[in-house]
Structures are given as C-alpha cells and as structure tokens.
C-alpha cells in the first residue's frame, strides 16, 4: 500500500478531538475553515431531515442561499449528496431535493478487545456491508496491526479513488491506550489514509449519535454489553468518558445485592456472562447466528439470563433516572438485536412496577452502536459536525420532505 499522511499524535483516553465552542460562530477561522464547517452543518441538516430543498438548509443552518448552493453544488458533484426533483408538482420554478448519498463515503472501523479484533465497512448511509473477526493470539503491536491490514485487503481490495476515507481504532481498556497508540503508529505509515483511535466507551457513544437514535435525540444514557458491561453518560451530543476515557462503571452500582454483588453486574450482565449461564445449563454456543436462533425461539434458559439481568439493572437504571433523568436509557454492546430487544422489554416491564422516578424511563435498543463506533471516527474527521452542531440542528430541524 502507498504511504500515508503521518499519523497526528494519538489523543489521550476520552478526548475526541477539537470542538467549537457553541454560540461563538465562526470569528477567527480562515476562509478555509468555514467553508469546511459550513459543508459540515449542510451535511448534518440534510441526514438529519432524510431530505432538504436548498431554501430550508439555509433557513436551518443560516447560510445565505448562494452559500448553501455552492456547497451543495459542490458534494453533489463530489457524490456525497444526491438530487432529485420534487415528489409532487408546486407552482412556480420547483425546488430540487437534496439527499445523502448512502454510498457516497466509507470508512473502515477496528475494534479492538481481550484478543479479538472485529473488522467492519461503514457507508456514509450507516450500512455495513462487510464485517470480519479475527483472533490476536499475541498482544504486541505488530500482530495486530498485521491482522488489521490483512482484514482490510479482504474488506476493500482494489478500491482506488473510491476507498475508505479513514481507519477507526476503538480499543476497550484490555488491550488499552498504550497498545493501541503504537497500532495506530505502525498504520499510520502504511496506509493512503489516516488512521484514529478512541476508546470503545466513546466510540460507541458517537456511532449511536451519529449513526443510531442519537441523532435526533443526542442526550442519553448509554448502557453497553460487550465482553464486559459498561455505560456512558451523552449530554446534548456530548459524551462524558469519564476517568480514563472508559466511561462510567454502572458494573458497581448493585444498590439491590444479586448474585454477582461481589464481582460486580459484568460477571453476569455481558456477554461472558451469557455464554457462562448457557454453558452452566449444557449449552456452547458460538457465534451471533446461534444466539439470535435462541433468542427468536424463545429459549427458556436465554430468558432465565434476560429475566436476571433485568433484575440487576433495574437498581441502576433507577439511580441514573434520579440523578441524571437522561430522555432515554440506550441498550447496545455485542448482542444481537433480538436480545437486546428481549433485554429492553424485560426492563420495561420491571420499571413499570412503581419506582417512584421522575417520570417515565424510555429504553431504546441501539444494536449496532458498538459495530458502527470505531467507523465512524473516519467520517466524524472528514465529514460530520462535532458535538455543538448537534445541537443546534436537532434544535432547528424542520419536518422531512414527504413526512405526515
């Protein structure tokens, strides 16, 4: 592979990148600059609506209509955005309506964790069409930056001009910051793209924002099941990566005892812990196919470990309702859908036994958060707005065209 830009130095846990102070508008930047926050805003109204005519991207985003017709010009001629006329006739010269070009852009996204590397392409539309794991039986840098460049021949061979735009490290905190800096480096230098890290927490948290319910609704408390459990706090686009960058540890909040109290929620509430009931019960299951066969079935002894779970993260749940009483509540992790869905009804049905909360607690399933995270870090880069431009669309944003 040609070499690639040199890789800017790795941010600490919990820091994704520079941000623009909301409110401050865009005094001190070069023209370059703006022109490249602007496309950002342009970009981020139109996904968010699913379409726009030129006069309501300039009426969410401020821009003056020469303004907004040059940049749109512009990523329809790059193949980011699609055109297309009116669905229904209106008197007058018709306004033309603009799209996101669901395959406009890719990135690539590697998730790294306790010796498993999972490997996914991203579109810009949030499909995933590919996505690959592998085993990294030895924790030192070169293997896994071999197994990453190895995948990505099998992910995007030959793509030329039409490859990804960025490679997206998300590392949980085994194999940790310091392994994945020096992955990081060793790509940098052998690949056409740059490459970005974060720590899983946060990466999840912004490919829900971004590619999950979070984009129309960007605060929320996110509980994650993956190898282990974990959460994350995301206020009005913000996400909170706590001490370390690894997010909140809900794994100790057991406010109600259990029988995982000494070791915390994770030994059961994860994915481990499911595969170590199932196993308990003369079940070894390998894969997401299986699990999701078990789950659509009705398995009794899945239900038993969703019926558990609930019961211990229904205390959680509670005191976040109380301190913190986010819109929703977000499942995600590495379970399938089908679970995670079982998982949220579960909850819903315990919370609706007369808590005293502030009022009702939302759980929405979010099933690919972790898969899209570490991907979407390429076009956070590239294309997407930070955090305060969140803000201001989901603020501003009018109905889509065609909507009831």
Same mark, same amino acid.
């Given at each position: 592979?040609?070499?690639?830009?040199?890789?800017?130095?790795?941010?600490?846990?919990?820091?994704?990148?520079?941000?623009?102070?909301?409110?401050?508008?865009?005094?001190?930047?070069?023209?370059?600059?703006?022109?490249?926050?602007?496309?950002?805003?342009?970009?981020?109204?139109?996904?968010?609506?699913?379409?726009?005519?030129?006069?309501?991207?300039?009426?969410?985003?401020?821009?003056?209509?020469?303004?907004?017709?040059?940049?749109?010009?512009?990523?329809?001629?790059?193949?980011?955005?699609?055109?297309?006329?009116?669905?229904?006739?209106?008197?007058?010269?018709?306004?033309?309506?603009?799209?996101?070009?669901?395959?406009?852009?890719?990135?690539?996204?590697?998730?790294?964790?306790?010796?498993?590397?999972?490997?996914?392409?991203?579109?810009?539309?949030?499909?995933?069409?590919?996505?690959?794991?592998?085993?990294?039986?030895?924790?030192?840098?070169?293997?896994?930056?071999?197994?990453?460049?190895?995948?990505?021949?099998?992910?995007?061979?030959?793509?030329?001009?039409?490859?990804?735009?960025?490679?997206?490290?998300?590392?949980?905190?085994?194999?940790?910051?310091?392994?994945?800096?020096?992955?990081?480096?060793?790509?940098?230098?052998?690949?056409?793209?740059?490459?970005?890290?974060?720590?899983?927490?946060?990466?999840?948290?912004?490919?829900?924002?971004?590619?999950?319910?979070?984009?129309?609704?960007?605060?929320?408390?996110?509980?994650?099941?993956? %190898?282990? +459990?974990? !959460? /994350?706090?995301? *206020?009005? $686009? &913000?996400?909170?990566?706590?001490?370390?960058? =690894?997010?909140?540890?809900?794994?100790?909040?057991?406010?109600?005892?259990?029988?995982?109290?000494?070791?915390?929620?994770?030994?059961?509430?994860?994915?481990?812990?499911?595969?170590?009931?199932?196993?308990?019960?003369?079940?070894?299951?390998?894969?997401?196919?299986?699990?999701?066969?078990?789950?659509?079935?009705?398995?009794?002894?899945?239900?038993?470990?969703?019926?558990?779970?609930?019961?211990?993260?229904?205390?959680?749940?509670?005191?976040?309702?109380?301190?913190?009483?986010?819109?929703?509540?977000?499942?995600?992790?590495?379970?399938?859908?089908?679970?995670?869905?079982?998982?949220?009804?579960?909850?819903? %049905?315990? +919370?609706? !036994? /007369?808590?005293? *909360?502030? $009022? &009702?607690?939302?759980?929405?399933?979010?099933? =690919?958060?972790?898969?899209?995270?570490?991907?979407?870090?390429?076009?956070?880069?590239?294309?997407?707005?930070?955090?305060?431009?969140?803000?201001?669309?989901?603020?501003?944003?009018?109905?889509?065209?065609?909507?009831?």
């Amino acid at each position: 592979m040609n070499a690639g830009p040199p890789h800017p130095a790795l941010p600490p846990p919990g820091d994704d990148g520079p941000r623009t102070a909301v409110g401050r508008g865009l005094s001190g930047t070069t023209g370059a600059q703006a022109r490249d926050y602007n496309q950002r805003i342009i970009l981020q109204s139109i996904r968010s609506a699913g379409s726009l005519s030129r006069p309501e991207v300039a009426g969410i985003t401020g821009l003056t209509g020469p303004a907004v017709a040059y940049i749109c010009r512009r990523l329809v001629r790059d193949g980011l955005l699609l055109e297309r006329d009116p669905p229904v006739a209106v008197r007058g010269r018709p306004g033309r309506i603009l799209s996101i070009n669901p395959t406009g852009a890719m990135a690539i996204g590697a998730d790294m964790e306790e010796g498993r590397l999972t490997l996914t392409l991203m579109e810009l539309g949030g499909r995933m069409p590919k996505r690959l794991t592998r085993l990294i039986p030895r924790a030192i840098p070169t293997a896994w930056a071999e197994a990453i460049l190895d995948g990505i021949r099998d992910l995007a061979p030959g793509a030329g001009d039409r490859g990804p735009i960025g490679l997206g490290l998300a590392y949980a905190p085994d194999p940790g910051h310091a392994l994945a800096a020096a992955v990081a480096r060793q790509l940098a230098g052998q690949l056409p793209y740059p490459v970005h890290a974060q720590t899983v927490a946060i990466a999840a948290a912004l490919g829900d924002l971004h590619f999950g319910p979070g984009l129309h609704e960007p605060s929320f408390f996110q509980i994650l099941i993956g %190898r282990t +459990l974990s !959460g /994350g706090l995301v *206020l009005q $686009g &913000r996400p909170f990566p706590g001490t370390g960058g =690894h997010g909140n540890d809900i794994n100790l909040l057991i406010p109600h005892g259990g029988p995982s109290a000494a070791m915390g929620m994770g030994n059961t509430v994860s994915l481990a812990g499911l595969h170590r009931h199932l196993a308990a019960h003369g079940r070894v299951i390998d894969g997401e196919e299986a699990l999701t066969t078990l789950a659509d079935r009705g398995d009794s002894v899945v239900m038993d470990w969703v019926d558990i779970c609930a019961r211990l993260l229904e205390g959680p749940i509670v005191t976040i309702t109380c301190l913190v009483n986010p819109p929703a509540i977000h499942l995600s992790g590495r379970l399938p859908p089908s679970l995670l869905d079982l998982l949220a009804r579960a909850l819903e %049905r315990r +919370l609706a !036994g /007369g808590n005293k *909360l502030p $009022g &009702r607690v939302r759980i929405v399933v979010a099933p =690919h958060a972790m898969s899209a995270g570490a991907a979407t870090l390429p076009f956070l880069h590239r294309l997407l707005p930070k955090d305060d431009v969140l803000q201001k669309t989901a603020g501003r944003r009018p109905r889509a065209i065609g909507q009831a």
